[in-house]
């Protein structure tokens, strides 16, 4: 494993979240193949009136020239470079030159290029804002460098040149568009990964140190670890797999799920030891008593992990086969390693055994005690006051998310998206393809003007950029045509059609137009920008705006009109990953509900075991609705997980309970209380170490991996209490059938316990004084 963890690859794509049968996403790879690329544009903007001095604009074309050199660099679109038709009345075509034909040498000629280029209505708005004054950029990169490591060199070797312009004239550049974001989630994914693994090994090792007092506690605790991270990431690349974001928190995350199994061995290994001094005998048990129990829990975590393979998302399936099979593959790295080495170790001393007699973990279980045996009204009044006010939250809870939701609020991404937002409305791609319903459709003046009336719709919206079509190229020609008069920046008249026609239909204009029209004329491409608003916001400007116009627009029977794009498949993405993770927590609902039933063949003993694990989950939705957390991939994600998790406890207390209920005769009372003597130390210190486990995940530069780690220690810490109290409660509850009786009985075994804990302590005392005396 150790080997195959050497050829471990990070992925260079984040969005493969539609799955490969989805309507829009078999359109968008249509689209692809008939226009190439929506999501390859580092836009790069600029706001700065030092840049309209000519010495200053001088480097600004020299910048453009350089990027256009970059490999992996297909065009560059800038003031500096921007083109303009002109009329050759000799060869009756038009001609495409540029504005700036050579270096600015003085601040006049600079001027009066600018009111040229202020002239050409064809990139009003889209290279520059009048309003503003600012400027932008746009990079075009290979679609073969974007989905590889090429990815990340190429984008920094366009952030050295552009940096580097921006010393010299000391001109703030901001950064934007898919390959841009995509680079950064690249190189903080791995920075993350090393941060989480080195957190989760400190946090672990402290708490296990504080917990034992014990080297060896700790070092096999760090070698199963060690183990399981390996195979961890062995398992990724066996199965053909790369990091993601979702699998490079799978080390940590796998190391956090491993240490209840160590700290239940070790807390066994130490309360056998105590009971009858043989290490042998004490090494056996953990073997007998915690392996199957240690299974079923590993099991049950599993199948929690396992459901997501049912999901339509490639990166949630990967997440979940890997996580399900390290799951299990945990109990027998744990079973193998831990009683294995510790045949070679020298017994316990009575230091690395204190932690058996802690005294505060021990007045907590007395307080526990107390709350169940006496106070069990007030532990239902609690729980269904605290419950009242969650699902008052739950329904406060709002589903959206945004395309750079994951990164920090004091991120420069999401500033710089907020300058794109401000003076271009936005540049993430939304793409708009009009069916006219017959070849060369194009060429006729009525589809031209219907065209032209979403255009202008297009315009009029508030988070949508101009739209770049074919209208421009058309209206740019007549321009020209009356030698760049910016009035004449029109569709042409029936009459003038002819005309411009003649003009437009050269072989050397084509190159212009496919980008925006088909090979045969009858598919009308309009290629917009749009502001990062959120999944509601999108779906209200997409389906209810847009659309709903184009319908209007186009009604006649023979057109049709398909919106697509990278934007609108992240909203699809995102609802199908709330979805199928809703869905992928009822199957484990039922599936950990049928394992349930495999342990404890009661029915009642089923229902009571779910409560406990179903409570925290509602309050932690509660939260989420409170506090405004919306519901999203990453927090939708945090249920399935928890489930899993939790349930461990309630399996280790319920088995606890069926043993001693046997040995006691079937008192509930007792069995209650010497299960939770038995394994609520263990229930607390399992929940304390994932507690801290996953609030490390906090410490993440991604807003989604903060919630998953938050939300999901609460759900923890919530569950230790209801199983550490509500289930105790509702054993005594439901399961004892003469509680007066059986409330008589355990009041008797407990004083005599008392009077033998006593016993013992006052030997103890003597033989420490006759210790002192000799």
């Given at each position: 494993m150790g080997y195959q963890a050497k050829k471990i690859e990070i992925t260079y794509d984040f969005i493969k979240v539609v799955p490969d049968d989805d309507p829009d996403l078999i359109y968008f790879k249509e689209f692809q193949k008939t226009f190439g690329e929506d999501g390859n544009i580092l836009a790069i903007g600029l706001k700065n009136d030092k840049l309209y001095e000519y010495e200053t604009f001088a480097k600004y074309q020299q910048l453009a020239k350089d990027l256009s050199k970059v490999e992996g660099v297909t065009g560059v679109i800038a003031l500096p470079e921007l083109m303009n038709f002109?009329?050759?009345?000799?060869?009756?075509?038009?001609?495409?030159?540029?504005?700036?034909?050579?270096?600015?040498?003085?601040?006049?000629?600079?001027?009066?290029?600018?009111?040229?280029?202020?002239?050409?209505?064809?990139?009003?708005?889209?290279?520059?804002?009048?309003?503003?004054?600012?400027?932008?950029?746009?990079?075009?990169?290979?679609?073969?460098?974007?989905?590889?490591?090429?990815?990340?060199?190429?984008?920094?070797?366009?952030?050295?040149?552009?940096?580097?312009?921006?010393?010299?004239?000391?001109?703030?550049?901001?950064?934007?568009?898919?390959?841009?974001?995509?680079?950064?989630?690249?190189?903080?994914?791995?920075?993350?990964?090393?941060?989480?693994?080195?957190?989760?090994?400190?946090v672990t090792c402290i708490f296990l140190f504080i917990f034992f007092r014990s080297f060896f506690a700790v070092f096999f605790t760090f070698l199963v670890i060690l183990i399981t991270v390996l195979w961890t990431l062995g398992f990724i690349v066996v199965l053909g797999y790369k990091i993601t974001l979702l699998t490079g928190m799978l080390p940590a995350l796998i190391i956090i799920i491993s240490i209840p199994n160590c700290i239940y061995m070790f807390n066994k290994y130490h309360q056998e030891f105590r009971k009858h001094g043989n290490k042998i005998k004490a090494i056996s048990r953990i073997i007998e008593k915690v392996g199957f129990l240690t299974f079923m829990t590993n099991i049950n975590t599993a199948v929690g992990f396992f459901v997501l393979l049912f999901t339509d998302i490639s990166i949630i399936r990967e997440f979940g086969m890997v996580a399900g099979i390290v799951s299990v593959a945990t109990f027998i790295i744990t079973l193998i390693v831990i009683p294995s080495l510790l045949l070679f170790l020298p017994e316990p001393s009575k230091k690395q055994l204190k932690h058996l007699d802690f005294k505060l973990f021990r007045q907590i279980n007395q307080f526990l005690e107390g709350l169940v045996m006496n106070k069990r009204k007030w532990v239902y009044i609690g729980t269904v006051a605290v419950l009242a006010v969650s699902v008052w939250g739950i329904n406060k809870i709002n589903a959206v998310s945004y395309m750079v939701d994951d990164l920090p609020e004091d991120s420069h991404v999401k500033s710089d998206l907020g300058f794109f937002e401000q003076n271009f409305k936005g540049v993430?791609?939304?793409?708009?393809?009009?069916?006219?319903?017959?070849?060369?459709?194009?060429?006729?003046?009525?589809?031209?003007?219907?065209?032209?009336?979403?255009?202008?719709?297009?315009?009029?919206?508030?988070?949508?950029?101009?739209?770049?079509?074919?209208?421009?190229?058309?209206?740019?020609?007549?321009?020209?045509?009356?030698?760049?008069d910016p009035e004449q920046y029109r569709l042409p008249t029936n009459r003038e059609a002819p005309f411009i026609t003649k003009y437009l239909g050269k072989k050397s204009e084509e190159n212009t137009l496919k980008s925006f029209v088909d090979s045969t004329g009858q598919f009308v491409r309009f290629t917009c920008k749009v502001a990062d608003i959120g999944t509601t916001n999108m779906n209200i400007l997409i389906k209810d705006k847009i659309q709903k116009k184009a319908d209007e627009i186009f009604a006649d029977k023979h057109f049709e009109t398909h919106i697509t794009g990278t934007t609108l498949l992240f909203l699809k993405g995102n609802e199908y990953l709330i979805n199928d993770l809703k869905d992928s927590l009822i199957m484990a609902f039922i599936l950990i509900s049928l394992m349930m039933a495999f342990i404890f063949t009661d029915i009642r003993m089923i229902i009571i075991s779910l409560i406990p694990n179903i409570v925290p989950m509602i309050i932690t939705a509660g939260i989420m609705g409170i506090f405004d957390i919306t519901l999203k991939p990453s927090t939708a994600l945090i249920f399935s997980i928890a489930f899993g998790i939790s349930i461990d406890s309630t399996i280790h207390y319920l088995s606890k309970f069926k043993q001693e209920l046997k040995n006691l005769k079937g008192n509930v009372y007792a069995a209650v209380i010497k299960s939770l003597e038995e394994t609520g130390v263990s229930m607390i210190y399992t929940s304390m170490v994932l507690f801290g486990g996953f609030v490390i995940f906090s410490f993440s530069q991604f807003g989604g991996t903060i919630a998953l780690g938050v939300l999901t220690s609460l759900t923890l810490f919530f569950a230790m209490l209801t199983n550490l109290i509500l289930l105790p409660a509702l054993l005594i509850t439901f399961v004892s059938p003469n509680q007066k009786k059986e409330m008589k009985g355990f009041k008797i075994i407990k004083n005599l316990r008392a009077k033998r804990l006593q016993k013992k302590a006052d030997k103890a005392e003597n033989d420490e004084e006759t210790k002192q005396a000799v």
């Amino acid at each position: 494993m150790g080997y195959q963890a050497k050829k471990i690859e990070i992925t260079y794509d984040f969005i493969k979240v539609v799955p490969d049968d989805d309507p829009d996403l078999i359109y968008f790879k249509e689209f692809q193949k008939t226009f190439g690329e929506d999501g390859n544009i580092l836009a790069i903007g600029l706001k700065n009136d030092k840049l309209y001095e000519y010495e200053t604009f001088a480097k600004y074309q020299q910048l453009a020239k350089d990027l256009s050199k970059v490999e992996g660099v297909t065009g560059v679109i800038a003031l500096p470079e921007l083109m303009n038709f002109q009329k050759d009345t000799v060869n009756k075509k038009f001609a495409i030159s540029p504005v700036f034909t050579k270096t600015v040498n003085s601040q006049a000629e600079l001027d009066s290029l600018l009111k040229t280029a202020e002239g050409v209505k064809v990139y009003e708005n889209l290279l520059f804002n009048k309003k503003t004054g600012a400027t932008l950029l746009a990079v075009t990169i290979d679609k073969d460098f974007l989905n590889s490591a090429k990815r990340t060199v190429v984008a920094n070797n366009i952030l050295n040149l552009t940096e580097k312009f921006s010393e010299e004239s000391s001109i703030k550049m901001h950064y934007a568009g898919l390959p841009y974001v995509r680079a950064i989630m690249v190189s903080k994914v791995k920075d993350e990964l090393n941060l989480f693994l080195g957190l989760a090994v400190l946090v672990t090792c402290i708490f296990l140190f504080i917990f034992f007092r014990s080297f060896f506690a700790v070092f096999f605790t760090f070698l199963v670890i060690l183990i399981t991270v390996l195979w961890t990431l062995g398992f990724i690349v066996v199965l053909g797999y790369k990091i993601t974001l979702l699998t490079g928190m799978l080390p940590a995350l796998i190391i956090i799920i491993s240490i209840p199994n160590c700290i239940y061995m070790f807390n066994k290994y130490h309360q056998e030891f105590r009971k009858h001094g043989n290490k042998i005998k004490a090494i056996s048990r953990i073997i007998e008593k915690v392996g199957f129990l240690t299974f079923m829990t590993n099991i049950n975590t599993a199948v929690g992990f396992f459901v997501l393979l049912f999901t339509d998302i490639s990166i949630i399936r990967e997440f979940g086969m890997v996580a399900g099979i390290v799951s299990v593959a945990t109990f027998i790295i744990t079973l193998i390693v831990i009683p294995s080495l510790l045949l070679f170790l020298p017994e316990p001393s009575k230091k690395q055994l204190k932690h058996l007699d802690f005294k505060l973990f021990r007045q907590i279980n007395q307080f526990l005690e107390g709350l169940v045996m006496n106070k069990r009204k007030w532990v239902y009044i609690g729980t269904v006051a605290v419950l009242a006010v969650s699902v008052w939250g739950i329904n406060k809870i709002n589903a959206v998310s945004y395309m750079v939701d994951d990164l920090p609020e004091d991120s420069h991404v999401k500033s710089d998206l907020g300058f794109f937002e401000q003076n271009f409305k936005g540049v993430m791609p939304l793409e708009i393809v009009v069916d006219l319903g017959k070849k060369n459709g194009i060429k006729s003046i009525s589809n031209l003007q219907k065209l032209e009336e979403l255009e202008t719709f297009l315009k009029e919206q508030e988070y949508v950029s101009p739209p770049l079509s074919v209208l421009n190229v058309v209206k740019g020609a007549v321009q020209a045509f009356y030698n760049g008069d910016p009035e004449q920046y029109r569709l042409p008249t029936n009459r003038e059609a002819p005309f411009i026609t003649k003009y437009l239909g050269k072989k050397s204009e084509e190159n212009t137009l496919k980008s925006f029209v088909d090979s045969t004329g009858q598919f009308v491409r309009f290629t917009c920008k749009v502001a990062d608003i959120g999944t509601t916001n999108m779906n209200i400007l997409i389906k209810d705006k847009i659309q709903k116009k184009a319908d209007e627009i186009f009604a006649d029977k023979h057109f049709e009109t398909h919106i697509t794009g990278t934007t609108l498949l992240f909203l699809k993405g995102n609802e199908y990953l709330i979805n199928d993770l809703k869905d992928s927590l009822i199957m484990a609902f039922i599936l950990i509900s049928l394992m349930m039933a495999f342990i404890f063949t009661d029915i009642r003993m089923i229902i009571i075991s779910l409560i406990p694990n179903i409570v925290p989950m509602i309050i932690t939705a509660g939260i989420m609705g409170i506090f405004d957390i919306t519901l999203k991939p990453s927090t939708a994600l945090i249920f399935s997980i928890a489930f899993g998790i939790s349930i461990d406890s309630t399996i280790h207390y319920l088995s606890k309970f069926k043993q001693e209920l046997k040995n006691l005769k079937g008192n509930v009372y007792a069995a209650v209380i010497k299960s939770l003597e038995e394994t609520g130390v263990s229930m607390i210190y399992t929940s304390m170490v994932l507690f801290g486990g996953f609030v490390i995940f906090s410490f993440s530069q991604f807003g989604g991996t903060i919630a998953l780690g938050v939300l999901t220690s609460l759900t923890l810490f919530f569950a230790m209490l209801t199983n550490l109290i509500l289930l105790p409660a509702l054993l005594i509850t439901f399961v004892s059938p003469n509680q007066k009786k059986e409330m008589k009985g355990f009041k008797i075994i407990k004083n005599l316990r008392a009077k033998r804990l006593q016993k013992k302590a006052d030997k103890a005392e003597n033989d420490e004084e006759t210790k002192q005396a000799v």
